[in-house]
């Protein structure tokens, strides 16, 4: 993938880097960035479907959101995407795992399951080399925080007895209910009790930090220093790029179009042009359809050519 060795320049020379990403603004490419797509139609069918919106990265379910059954694996279909996304210089892809699993759940037939699920994924996902893997760290229900993010920890080092090569995202949550992850804190506790910690990095959910109560509209710097003290931003691997439709700090979780929510256009084109943000894959996790999601594509990477083009040239 030809964004790897964009990827080497930013750990040895920033100036370069940046310069390399200002070329790819201005030259009409981008970032990476995508949407989520069913894979109702297979694995191939997804990368077509996210090239012909203008995506070049795309999210997906492993199986059905709601749990319950997954398709018997196909390597042909998944392999013929791999080969498609290289050829297509698509970014990481990045699979979603069903978000009624709770690695966190009191019942112990309920973090089995979980455990299982996740392991039946991971063992999927080595037939898409440099794909992530994210999950919802769970909710607590009335265990209390402090054993939620015990069991997610204990969840999470059986997981890695297989040496699975895909890295696995835990996901900022906006602290609807007892979900675990509302704060970086919470998150920085989890890692901090997996032994092979190197194998965990974050998506940083947008519509989700603000709800928690983090300021991405006018601090988003204050809210990237927080991250980067308590996490690292190296570990920061995905971004899903959602407006939403309450205000900061309400715990909700409701996602909104771009442009249409609370945190606006403007804090959307900040966030996939920050300087410590852009060199990530970007997924549009908003209430749309094809064709809404192919015109907010298109509308942020205007946005963000524009703003590049402004910080280079006045
Ligand atoms: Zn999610
Ligand atoms: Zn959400």
Redesign the pocket.
């Known amino acids: 993938m030809p964004g790897e060795d964009v990827h080497i320049s930013f750990t040895n020379s920033t100036k370069f880097y940046d310069m390399l990403v200002t070329v790819q603004f201005l030259g009409g490419m981008s970032v990476y960035l995508g949407c989520h797509l069913s894979v109702s139609k297979g694995y191939l069918a997804m990368g077509k479907t996210a090239l012909s919106i203008g995506a070049d990265t795309f999210q997906f379910f492993t199986r059905s959101p709601r749990g319950g059954g997954v398709k018997p694996l196909d390597p042909e279909d998944i392999t013929a995407l791999a080969e498609f996304a290289r050829e297509h210089h698509f970014g990481p892809l990045l699979a979603h795992a069903p978000y009624t699993l709770n690695p966190c759940a009191a019942d112990e037939g309920l973090r089995g399951y979980a455990l299982e699920t996740m392991q039946d994924d991971l063992r999927r996902l080595e037939y898409l080399p440099g794909s992530l893997y994210n999950f919802h760290p769970g909710s607590h229900v009335k265990q209390g925080a402090e054993i939620g993010i015990e069991k997610i920890a204990e969840h999470l080092n059986r997981l890695f007895e297989t040496p699975f090569s895909t890295t696995v995202l835990l996901e900022t949550m ?1 602290g609807k209910g007892s979900e675990v992850g509302r704060t970086f804190e919470e998150l920085r506790a989890v890692i901090d009790r997996v032994e092979q910690g190197d194998r965990l990095g974050v998506c940083l ?1 947008t ?2 930090v603000f709800d928690a109560g983090y300021d991405v509209v006018s601090d988003l710097d204050g809210v990237l220093e927080q991250f980067d003290r308590i996490l690292g931003l190296e570990r920061l691997k995905a971004v899903h790029i ?1 407006d939403s439709k309450n205000p900061m700090g309400s715990h909700k ?1 409701r ?1 909104e179009v771009i442009g249409g929510g609370t945190i606006g256009l403007d804090a959307m084109v900040s966030i996939i042009t920050h300087p410590s943000l852009r060199h990530l894959p970007f997924y549009l ?1 908003t209430p749309n359809e094809l064709p809404g999601y192919a015109r907010e594509i298109e509308l942020l990477r205007r946005c963000a050519a524009e703003r590049i083009g402004e910080e280079y040239h006045g």
């Open positions: 906006a959910d519509c989700h959602n979780d996602h996790e």
